[in-house]
T-cell receptor, first 114, second 111 residues
Framework: DTGVSQDPRHKITKRGQNVTFRCDPISEHNRLYWYRQTLGQGPEFLTYFQNEAQLEKSRLLSDRFSAERPKGSFSTLEIQRTEQGDSAMYLC????????????FGNGTRLTVT | EDKVVQSPLSLVVHEGDTVTLNCSYEVTNFRSLLWYKQEKKAPTFLFMLTSSGIEKKSGRLSSILDKKELFSILNITATQTGDSAIYLCAGIWQYGNKLVFGAGTILRVKS
């Protein structure tokens, strides 16, 4: 068990640029989640995959956000035309259907939009 | 809307003290409640509670769920400086697989 891996650890970008983050879940986990966390708040759900299927997406997620998990393994989260309000920690988590709801989180990607 | 509320928002104690952290949740179609500890980065899993009144323990930490009053508590006895962290609780509801988190309680243990 090598844990959930996220890349990059930090990203600084200028407003209006596109950014893409990658998440590698624990290898035997079929569920993958993206969360966003800002200072003083708990993680906020963005989207969820089971295998390669995106089964749920937050209503709060604008059209500038898109996530993929093409082969049911790693996932990418892309933010287009970044805004300063997108600055946050983006956390990825995974779980397996046999383990139920206990998510295993990665260390996150901290995004700063200037 | 699914909602989780934690209290207090922050807490400062001295080593050796016992602390109780609170978490309340909305009832509709509720399934389970989870506690996580977050230090610098990734939240790490502590407990998952599904049945009311059954205490779960791990060392100095314990937690219990009250489905009648719609809350859970996390107790930490004989606190140590290494317990300083943000403690998050999260609910999961029927017919869904996402966790809904509270804002967290920031615990600082002073030596």
């Amino acid at each position: 068990d090598t844990g959930v891996s996220q890349d990059p650890r930090h990203k600084i970008t200028k407003r209006g640029q596109n950014v893409t983050f990658r998440c590698d879940p624990i290898s035997e986990h079929n569920r993958l989640y993206w969360y966003r966390q800002t200072l003083g708040q708990g993680p906020e759900f963005l989207t969820y995959f089971q295998n390669e299927a995106q089964l749920e997406k937050s209503r709060l997620l604008s059209d500038r956000f898109s996530a993929e998990r093409p082969k049911g393994s790693f996932s990418t989260l892309e933010i287009q035309r970044t805004e300063q309000g997108d600055s946050a920690m983006y956390l990825c988590a995974s779980s397996s259907t046999t383990q139920g709801a206990a998510l295993h989180f990665g260390n996150g990607t901290r995004l700063t939009v200037t | 809307e699914d909602k989780v509320v934690q209290s207090p928002l922050s807490l400062v104690v001295h080593e050796g003290d016992t602390v109780t952290l609170n978490c309340s949740y909305e009832v509709t179609n509720f399934r389970s409640l989870l506690w996580y500890k977050q230090e610098k980065k990734a939240p790490t899993f502590l407990f998952m509670l599904t049945s009311s009144g059954i205490e779960k323990k791990s060392g100095r930490l314990s937690s219990i769920l009250d489905k009648k009053e719609l809350f859970s508590i996390l107790n930490i006895t004989a606190t140590q400086t290494g317990d300083s962290a943000i403690y998050l609780c999260a609910g999961i509801w029927q017919y869904g697989n996402k966790l809904v988190f509270g804002a967290g309680t920031i615990l600082r243990v002073k030596s």
